[in-house]
């Protein structure tokens, strides 16, 4: 099956632990996307990027960090610099040469503090 | 100005009623334009894409107005499954991110 995979569903951080949520795609497209959501609110970017090797901070890059060393993968780290970490992470991935860069989701991370 | 506003609802409608939902977005340089849907601890999913000449999708039709920079959704005879948060989304424009206005609350009652 095509599509968007990202896990685990569920994550839980300790205090001052840096933890990686994974998002791979078997969909050949070019453009991955990290989001964030908190209850009740829109998505807030995080990071993308539109080519292996390459990727650009989004809205609220602080206290995350990204690699994107193959096209398929584009792991997320939530530093413990990120003091609010707790919210759905929504990873999406779009085929640039498509029209008007469609972006497909993932089934998303929800990440808790303990 | 946010980028894309939304009015939150809920909008609490009974079933084969007839919804319309309004968007307003500032970036002048847009080039595309979406709805999502987005169902209760799930990710959102494409609804439809919207075109300046306005496009059908069965119950659903899609409107732009560039010239006053907003997006309409209607949803006509609503059914129990329509309840969800419908999501606007427009891009920065070129191959931009796509920026998610907030959502609009639909609860379809029987």
């Known amino acids: ?114 | 100005r946010k980028e894309v506003e939304q009015d939150p609802g809920p909008f609490n409608v009974p079933e084969g009623a007839t919804v319309a939902f309004n968007c307003t977005y500032s970036n002048s340089a847009s080039q595309s334009f979406f709805w999502y849907r987005q169902d209760c601890r799930k990710e959102p999913k494409l609804l439809m894409s919207v075109y300046s000449s306005g496009n059908e999708d069965g119950r659903f039709t899609a409107q732009l107005n560039r010239a006053s920079q907003y997006i309409s959704l209607l949803i006509r005879d609503s059914k129990l499954s329509d309840s969800a948060t419908y999501l606007c989304v427009v891009n920065r424009g070129g191959n931009t991110p796509l920026v998610f206005g907030k959502g609009t609350r639909l609860s379809v009652i029987a």
Not at chain 1, 56 to 68: C, F, L, M, N
């Open chain 1, 1 to 114: 099956d095509g599509g968007i995979t990202q896990s685990p569903k569920y994550l839980f951080r300790k205090e001052g632990q840096n933890v990686t949520l994974s998002c791979e795609q078997n969909l050949n497209h070019d453009a991955m996307y990290w989001y964030r959501q908190d209850p009740g609110q829109g998505l807030r970017l995080i990071y993308y990027s539109q080519i292996v090797n390459d990727f650009q901070k989004g809205d609220i890059a602080e206290g995350y960090s990204v690699s994107r060393e193959k096209k398929e993968s584009f792991p997320l780290t939530v530093t413990s610099a990120q003091k609010n970490p707790t919210a759905f992470y929504l990873c999406a991935s779009s085929p640039l040469r498509d029209r008007g860069n469609i972006q497909y989701f993932g089934a998303g991370t929800r990440l808790s503090v303990l």
